[in-house]
């Protein structure tokens, strides 16, 4: 039988939650969150200001004391848990990071915003030299696993395309009128309406006699996915919507 997988469990109070008190946290504060969570068994406290090392600046609030003082503050009261910290390229530096090293960190997230993930690769260069490293993505106001289902989708849609197809059958299963086809990010020009009218004909003929929903909706993506593969030679992502009338 298999084994559960362990929780790991990243406290972050010290660091995220530097924002809901404008990164005053003192030193005796620091000092006794991160000696409770230590005892309570967190695997790993999260610490530096709210937006990462270095960045207590006049755009995002100057911290209370230096992110030096916090992690040699929290490094100390330490007996077990791991000291880790966050750093945002184009904030914080590589020369940071060696910093907080030397200090206790042991392991650094690297936030990127999803437009400029391409920026941390020195930074997470640098961070594995003596550090674990995890990379995320700033998505909006959104922080996101850089290897997560949703980037994951994002690159598949900035790779391949869209297409969208709605059907409507009533309910005997036969189909009322022509399937709405549209697409984004499939790389047909010139012949754009051609290329819809021949997803259009195909989505049509693959609803045939098929009476299970969710394998009549298979059907029609893999038609549809047919044409654009004919045509561009790329496999989009493409989502059916099945109407009952």
């Not at 939650?17 to 991160?34: C, K, N, P, Q, S």
């Not at 230096?66 to 966050?86: F, G, N, P, S, Y």
Request: proline residues 2%; hydrophobic residues 40%.
């Amino acid at each position: 039988m298999d084994q559960p997988r362990r929780l790991y469990i990243q406290d972050v109070t010290l660091r995220d939650g530097m924002h809901a008190i404008r990164h005053r946290y003192d030193l005796g504060m620091v000092r006794e969150i991160a000696e409770a969570l230590d005892q309570a068994g967190v695997d790993a406290i999260e610490i530096a200001h709210g937006d990462g090392l270095s960045g207590s600046s006049f755009n995002y609030g100057f911290g209370r004391q230096t992110d030096w003082q916090w992690i040699e503050t929290v490094a100390k009261a330490c007996r077990r848990a791991r000291v880790t910290t966050l750093l945002l390229p184009g904030i914080g530096t590589v020369h940071d990071l060696k910093r907080a090293r030397d200090l206790g960190v042991e392991s650094v997230r690297v936030a990127t915003h999803c437009t400029e993930a391409d920026v941390s690769a020195q930074h997470i260069a640098a961070a594995r030299d003596g550090h674990t490293v995890g990379r995320l993505v700033l998505d909006g106001d959104v922080i996101l696993p850089a290897d997560g289902g949703t980037i994951g989708e994002r690159r598949r849609v900035a790779q391949f395309g869209q297409m969208s197809v709605a059907v409507a059958i009533d309910k005997g299963g036969r189909l009322l009128g022509q399937p709405v086809v549209t697409t984004q990010g499939v790389p047909v020009e010139e012949d754009r309406e051609d290329f819809l009218a021949e997803a259009r004909e195909e989505a049509a003929a693959a609803v045939g006699k098929e009476r299970d929903e969710t394998k009549l909706k298979e059907k029609v993506r893999l038609a549809v996915r047919r044409v654009a593969t004919d045509w561009t030679g790329k496999k989009p992502v493409v989502d059916v919507l099945l109407v009952r009338g």
